[in-house]
């Protein structure tokens, strides 16, 4: 993918990304694990570095059992997967479109502390069949403790934890509004990063004793993840609450039809003479074969203008780009996403141009909604 993330396998189809960040939690994990390995075996050596690195990788592995639990139950849902995320302090999944029902949401979020949890009690299971004071023993311990802390703390009611999705989940099903469950779950997400940052305080308070440093620096990075995760719920509710109010008829721009060997130049001259905001290129027979892309028009300098034709800073037309007059909603954001765009030639049912709709008047009307 670029960007300090590569592909490292599939499931169900859908691609598994890794952060390269993983690599270097996981390094600190093994090297925070080493001394408590020497404490059992002191003749180690060099091979606790390997058991080490195998806890981490454990660790890491049921981070995507988690994420994958949230994929199955996708699927099972019907729901595209698009990708599998492991980063440096866990995992996404990435959906196609968002459940339905409050119930699927609800179902799709609780599979992953579910399998969390799972992994646990075959830690506790593990436990008591392996040695007493031996390194199998001490792995599994770890794991499992892990497991425990991370599927209870997943299950905490705040965005973007699964807890935060699950309680949207219920607030959309008491209320009917789903835009309401999710500003809900984001703000009582915001509540959760506080308490994370307070809580080696806290618990030193009780304790009465000093807080740990390090664990004032984790709490610290954990805080500052989840209340930027919140904060773009609640932006993301925002957007997908004006969503409904878009519609192409509302957004197009009215097109001037030009011959593909007309300079630009006169093609600009006409444009602005008819008041359109938009050049599309037609055969002889009317039929729209390219859009004029703006860009390519303000890079083009003034004084070759007369000289280059509407075809040579123009683009094909092609299906991917053609749009309906009626699209609105949703569904107009799924056939942009679909196909990103910087024009898109709208046209009637009747199959008539009606205008070209440009990626940046849809960014104006998000900001303007």
């Keep these: ?58 660790l890491y592995l049921s981070i995507l059992i988690h994420e994958m639990a949230h994929a199955a139950a996708a ?6 997967v698009q990708s599998i995320t492991l980063s440096m302090l866990g995992g996404a999944t990435a959906l196609g479109r968002r459940p339905q029902t409050p119930l699927k949401d609800f179902t ?17 299971l593990g436990l008591a069949l392996s ?44 209320t009917g509004r789903e835009l309401l469950g999710q500003v809900g779950a984001a703000w009582a ?3 959760v990063a506080v308490l994370t940052a307070l809580s080696p305080f806290l618990l030193a308070l009780r ?23 919140s904060t773009q719920a609640l932006a993301a509710a925002k957007v997908r609450d004006k969503v409904p109010r878009l519609a192409v008829r509302g957004m197009i721009r009215p097109a001037l039809a030009v011959p593909a060997s007309l300079p630009l130049a006169e093609a600009l001259r006409r444009l602005g003479e008819a008041g359109a905001g938009a050049l599309v290129v ?17 890079a083009t300098p003034i004084e070759r203008r007369p000289w280059v034709t509407v075809q040579d800073v123009a683009r094909a037309v092609v299906p991917d780009v053609v749009l309906r007059s009626d699209l609105a909603g949703q569904d107009l954001i799924e056939a ?10 709208v046209v009637e049912p009747t199959g008539a141009i009606a205008g070209v709709l440009a990626a940046a008047d849809l960014e104006r009307a998000f900001a303007d909604a």
Excluded: C
Excluded at 75 to 80: D, N, Q, S
Excluded at 108 to 124: D, E, K, M, W
Excluded at 282 to 298: C, I, W
């Design 207 to 229: 304790a009465n004793t000093t807080p740990d440093l390090i664990f004032i620096v984790w709490a610290g990075v954990l805080a500052f993840m989840l209340w930027t995760g």
């Design 131 to 174: 040695p007493a004071d031996s390194l199998v023993r001490l792995v599994v311990f770890q794991l499992t403790v892990a497991n425990v802390i991370v599927g209870i703390y997943n299950l905490l009611p705040g965005l973007p934890l699964d807890g935060g999705s699950m309680l949207a989940a219920v607030i959309w099903k008491i």
């Design 282 to 298: 037609t055969a002889s027979d009317g039929q729209a074969t390219g859009l004029v892309n703006e860009a390519a028009v303000a």
């Design 336 to 345: 942009l996403r679909t196909h990103p765009a910087s024009e898109y030639l």
């Design 75 to 80: 699927r099972a849902f019907g729901l595209p």
């Design 1 to 58: 993918m670029g960007g300090g993330t590569f592909r490292v396998g599939r499931f169900l189809g859908a691609p598994i990304f890794t952060d390269i960040s993983v690599f270097i939690t996981g390094i600190l994990f093994a090297v925070g694990f080493l001394p408590r390995l020497q404490e059992i075996d002191p003749t180690l050596g060099s091979r606790g570095y390997l058991v080490a690195a195998v806890f981490a990788a454990l």
């Design 108 to 124: 799709v979020s609780a599979a992953g502390p579910a399998a969390t949890l799972a992994l646990a009690g075959i830690g506790f």
């Design 189 to 191: 997400g915001r509540g």
